[in-house]
């Protein structure tokens, strides 16, 4: 799925195109984009026609639109972008793309709101707000997600003390969306590349400095990735116009097995984690002696 820098794009564009705007119709082409809206595609039409989109925010990964008055208990409609899924704007009488799943209709004629979505894992929900245990407003299926470090109110101590209580290997704590979010297989990999530090690394001997500098050089990354455009490996992830990303071409080591390390010309190894690929460079991340998976 998208990562922190590829879903802050979508979210800068929806900020850009639909604020302020009044919902006047809501069509669902194929249940299965609404399937995480238990009610029902009629229900999710209902409870969003005649509202105006005040605010477009993210936590991690993780998308929403919020209406006016705001507050606990109110509803917002929580992205879940997954593989394939696309929030595009586009002028009402441009033709359908192939995988249109919804389609949202504003009451100043302008320009529609699209979720496409070709492999269908992704879809739109509405679910209300509530009180995060950080003080953060969030949909209820996402208060359990924790700041990223983009986030102005991150706390970079309390992420490496996190971290360093989670007993596992450092990679597995990175992706721990409860302990720090927005940080996905490319990012992770890419920042304990420029941390020296190897992904199997347990976080119970991770120092403070350690901690302190993989989760600086992981913001590091993904704020590089940001001015991109986010990372597109293929015509799947756009922004909301329709353009791809450029990340992927200054990637120093995700998806760069046998091609040598930037920094000391070790080819680049891969090795499988968690039923996808870490890639690292065996001479800059040694693997440590004791290690987890």
Request: proline fraction near 6%; charge should be positive.
């Amino acid at each position: 799925m998208p990562e922190l820098p590829e879903v802050e794009v979508v979210r800068r564009g929806l900020a850009d195109h639909v604020l302020d705007r009044r919902i006047t119709s809501v069509g669902v082409a194929h249940p299965r984009a609404v399937r995480r809206h238990l009610a029902g595609a009629d229900d999710f039409a209902a409870r969003l026609t005649g509202r105006t989109i005040t605010a477009a925010r993210r936590r991690g990964k993780y998308l929403w639109l919020e209406f006016d008055s705001a507050g606990p208990g109110d509803d917002a409609i929580l992205a879940h972008l997954g593989m394939s899924g696309q929030l595009l704007v586009a002028d009402p009488d441009r033709p359908d793309e192939k995988h249109l799943r919804i389609r949202f209709g504003f009451d100043d004629d302008g320009p529609e709101l699209r979720f496409v979505d070709q492999r269908t894992f992704g879809g739109l929900s509405v679910h209300p707000l509530a009180p995060a245990a950080d003080g953060g407003l969030l949909p209820e299926p996402v208060v359990h997600i924790a700041r990223d470090p983009m986030d102005p109110a991150f706390s970079l101590d309390d992420a490496v003390a996190g971290i360093r209580r989670r007993r596992t290997g450092l990679k597995r704590a990175l992706l721990d969306q409860t302990v720090v979010s927005g940080i996905g297989n490319i990012y992770a990999d890419e920042a304990l590349w420029r941390a020296k530090l190897h992904w199997a690394r347990p976080t119970e001997t991770l120092t403070r400095a350690q901690g302190r500098s993989v989760l600086s050089a992981a913001a590091d990354v993904m704020n590089e990735a940001l001015e991109q455009g986010g990372t597109s490996f293929d015509s799947l992830y756009v922004n909301v116009n329709g353009a791809s990303g450029y990340f992927d071409r200054s990637l120093d080591v995700y998806g760069q097995a046998d091609r040598a390390c930037r920094r000391c010309g070790t080819p680049i190894r891969r090795d499988p984690f968690m039923n996808r690929s870490s890639f690292s460079c065996p001479r800059c991340q040694p693997r440590p002696r004791r290690a987890h998976a």
